[in-house]
C-alpha cells in the first residue's frame, strides 16, 4: 500500500501529490508527483507550508492518473507518519551519542 497526501498550490489551484514514504535523495525530500511536472524530489515541510489540503474534486483526476501508472494501492493520509527513519537527513540518521 502506497500512502499519498494530496495538497493543492494556494496561487496556481493545481494539485500536487507527496509520497512521504518513498524516499527521492539523501536530502531527506520525499517523492512527488504532479501531473504537468512529473515525478520528482519535494522538501515536505516547504509544500505544507505553501499548499493546502485538497479537495476530492480537486485530486479525483489525479488519483486516476496515479492509479494508471501503476499506484493501485493508494492510501490517502493527512499527514507524514510520525516515524518514517528515511525523511530525516542522513547526517542525523547516523549520529551517536
Known sequence: MTKVIFRTWKDTKTVIA???????????N???????????????DHIIRMTR?????????????????GYYMLKQIQ????RVAYLTPVRERYRYE
Open 18 to 28: 507527496l509520497f512521504p514514504e518513498i524516499k527521492a535523495d539523501l536530502a531527506g
Open 30 to 44: 520525499c517523492e512527488s508527483y504532479m501531473s504537468k511536472g512529473g515525478h520528482g524530489a519535494a522538501n515536505y
Open 53 to 69: 489540503p485538497s479537495t476530492w474534486r480537486e485530486y479525483d483526476q489525479m488519483w486516476g492518473e496515479l492509479n494508471q501508472m
Open 79 to 82: 499527514r507524514k507518519p510520525r
